[in-house]
Nanobody
Framework: QVQLVESGGDSVQAGGSLRLSCSAS????????MGWARQAPGKEREWVAT??????LTYYSDSVKGRFTISQDNHTVYLQMNRLKPEDTAMYYC??????????????????WGQGTQVTVSS
């Protein structure tokens, strides 16, 4: 059974940084797309970033490109978030899908989701 457990969410001021972590277990396929999605109150879920393993290829939404960095170390996926903005405020979810995922920017394509960790950025 695949389990994704996020941590690292917090309240920060605009311009600050946070690092989210996702501990993944039960995913036996060495090829996977691991990523992050977020959902702000009253808004649809939004894809944030993905890393394709074992290749290490990374992809980012335009809204976070240049500010966020996704990385992976064994079974933990990280999201380093710098220069945070109030519009980054959301529940952040760790997501996982097959390694050959084509439409990786669509949250609905990811089969596995964590419970989420809250990020709040104040102005």
């Amino acid at each position: 059974q695949v389990q994704l457990v996020e941590s690292g969410g917090d309240s920060v001021q605009a311009g600050g940084s946070l690092r989210l972590s996702c501990s993944a277990s039960g995913y036996t396929d060495s090829r996977a797309c691991m990523g992050w999605a977020r959902q702000a109150p009253g808004k649809e879920r939004e894809w944030v970033a993905t890393i394709r393993t074992p290749h290490g290829l990374t992809y980012y939404s335009d809204s976070v490109k240049g500010r966020f960095t996704i990385s992976q170390d064994n079974h933990t996926v990280y999201l380093q978030m710098n220069r945070l903005k109030p519009e980054d405020t959301a529940m952040y979810y760790c997501v996982a899908g097959p390694g050959d995922l084509v439409q990786f920017s669509r949250p609905s394509e990811y089969k596995y989701w964590g419970q989420g960790t809250q990020v709040t950025v104040s102005s």
